[in-house]
Nanobody, 121 residues
Framework: QVQLVESGGGLVQAGGSLRLSCAAS????????MGWYRQAPGKQRELVAE???????NYADSVKGRSNISRDSAKNTVYLQMNSLKPEDTAVYYC???????????????WGQGTQVTVSS
């Protein structure tokens, strides 16, 4: 069984910074892409940033230049550093990993439980 656990969310003032972490545990064979998504009240879940196993990254236009996604493959962990936060960044942030578990020999997507980020003006 695979679990993803996020941490690092919280309340921050506009202009501040946060670093989110997401660690995967369980019977993992390999991890491909890792990413962060967010969902604000009344809105659809949207991609924030993603990183491939080769280190290629992709960012939403709304966070480009203010965020940095990175991964530590040895720790099965993905990070999202967010700077110059704005009230519109307020949302629940979810991590997602595309991975192959030792119990199921096909790639599958796994999600964390979400962590709340609130940016006050």
């Amino acid at each position: 069984q695979v679990q993803l656990v996020e941490s690092g969310g919280g309340l921050v003032q506009a202009g501040g910074s946060l670093r989110l972490s997401c660690a995967a545990s369980g019977s993992i064979f390999s991890i491909n892409a890792m990413g962060w998504y967010r969902q604000a009240p009344g809105k659809q879940r949207e991609l924030v940033a993603e990183i491939t196993s080769g280190g290629s990254t992709n960012y939403a236009d709304s966070v480009k230049g203010r965020s940095n996604i990175s991964r530590d493959s040895a720790k099965n962990t993905v990070y999202l550093q967010m700077n110059s936060l704005k009230p519109e960044d307020t949302a629940v942030y979810y991590c997602k990993m595309v991975l192959t578990s030792r119990n199921f020999p096909f790639r599958n997507s796994y999600w964390g439980q979400g962590t709340q980020v609130t940016v006050s003006s």
